[in-house]
Structures are given as C-alpha cells and as structure tokens.
C-alpha cells in the first residue's frame, strides 16, 4: 500500500474565504491500478497501470452575497 500527504487550510474575513491545498505534497509516485489483457494466447499481453495523481496545488477565493 501507499498513502499520500494532503494539506489545507482555510481564511475567512468579512465576507470573503480563501482556501489553499496542496495534494500529495511529497509527490510520490505510486501503481493505484493495475490491469492486463489478453483475449487470445497469440496475443501479446496489453498492460495498463494508473499512477497516483502527482503534486497538485488549489487556491479558491470565494465571497458571500
């Protein structure tokens, strides 16, 4: 298994917010999905793995009418 590190954090003034978030914040790399496939044995084996979703940063400004 794997886990990643996610942060976030919130500030609210008046009627406005600002949320900042960083996923994975280590940037690790991981397999999250892996699968083959092969209909016949005169295939060659197709494999296709989904990685884990790298570094990402969010920044949402929000206001309340």
Known sequence: G???LDVRAKVEWDRYSLRAG???VTDKNAVVAY???????AQPIN??????RP???????????
């Not at 699968?35 to 044995?41: D, E, G, K, N, V």
């Not at 494999?47 to 884990?52: E, G, K, R």
């Open 22 to 24: 960083i996923d994975n």
């Open 2 to 4: 794997f886990a990643t």
């Open 47 to 52: 494999s296709v793995a989904t990685l884990s």
């Open 35 to 41: 699968s083959t496939t092969r209909i016949s044995a």
């Open 55 to 65: 570094r990402t940063f969010t920044l949402t400004l929000g206001a309340s009418f």
